[in-house]
Nanobody, 115 residues
Framework: QVQLAESGGGLVQAGGSLRLSCAASGRIFGVNGMGWYRQIPGNERELVASIRMNGATMYGDFVKGRFNISRDKVKNNVYLQMSSLTPEDTAVYYC?????????WGQGIQVTVSA
């Protein structure tokens, strides 16, 4: 099994920054990549950013250079540095890990951006 624990969410004013962290534990082998998704109430879950084990990254179109994903291979952690946040970024953010074709998810962490 794989466990993912997110941290770093909370309330921030528009224009501010937050850094989300995700710690992976358990049977971590055969990992293809890790990433962050978010879900806004009433919307489908959408990709925020992902990073493969070779370092290749991908971002959602709405990111527009504001966020940066990184990982610590030794600690099996993945991070999402978010800046220039807007109220439209308010959502539950989920950490994900793909292992041997199976997706694992964290419980999600709330990010709220006030106007």
């Amino acid at each position: 099994q794989v466990q993912l624990a997110e941290s770093g969410g909370g309330l921030v004013q528009a224009g501010g920054s937050l850094r989300l962290s995700c710690a992976a534990s358990g049977r971590i082998f055969g990992v293809n990549g890790m990433g962050w998704y978010r879900q806004i109430p009433g919307n489908e879950r959408e990709l925020v950013a992902s990073i493969r084990m070779n370092g290749a990254t991908m971002y959602g179109d709405f990111v527009k250079g504001r966020f940066n994903i990184s990982r610590d291979k030794v600690k099996n952690n993945v991070y999402l540095q978010m800046s220039s946040l807007t109220p439209e970024d308010t959502a539950v953010y989920y950490c994900s890990l793909n292992k041997l074709g199976t997706d694992y998810w964290g419980q999600g962490i709330q990010v709220t951006v006030s106007a």
